[in-house]
Nanobody, 115 residues
Framework: QVQLAESGGGLVQAGGSLRLSCTASGFTFSITTMAWYRQAPGAPRELIASISSVGNVYYPNSLLEGRFTITRNNHENTVYLQLNNLRPGDTAVYYC????????WGQGTQVTVSS
């Protein structure tokens, strides 16, 4: 079955960085678009970025594109999200997803940014 396991979240001071990882199993990762989302308390889940099987990236929010970077390693079945220059407003649970329309989500990893 499809499994997505995020890791790398934690507590960081404003201006700091984190690297989130999502390791996938149960499907052919190398031909699958992957995506990262986040959900802050009381807010809807929002798409941060997606990456195609060959590495084409899409950032719907240009303000995040300058600080967040999505990459993937098809040999390791892992998609990454590099978070730089973090702000308190980035505090949220971060999720990876198989594609952008499926119902396959990871369990999420908490990112908390202190001021």
């Amino acid at each position: 079955q499809v499994q997505l396991a995020e890791s790398g979240g934690g507590l960081v001071q404003a201006g700091g960085s984190l690297r989130l990882s999502c390791t996938a199993s149960g499907f052919t990762f190398s031909i699958t678009t992957m995506a990262w989302y986040r959900q802050a308390p009381g807010a809807p889940r929002e798409l941060i970025a997606s990456i195609s099987s060959v590495g084409n990236v899409y950032y719907p929010n240009s303000l995040l594109e300058g600080r967040f970077t999505i990459t993937r390693n098809n040999h390791e079945n892992t998609v990454y999200l590099q978070l730089n220059n973090l702000r308190p407003g980035d505090t949220a649970v971060y999720y990876c997803r198989r594609g952008t329309t499926t119902n396959y989500w990871g369990q999420g990893t908490q990112v908390t940014v202190s001021s």
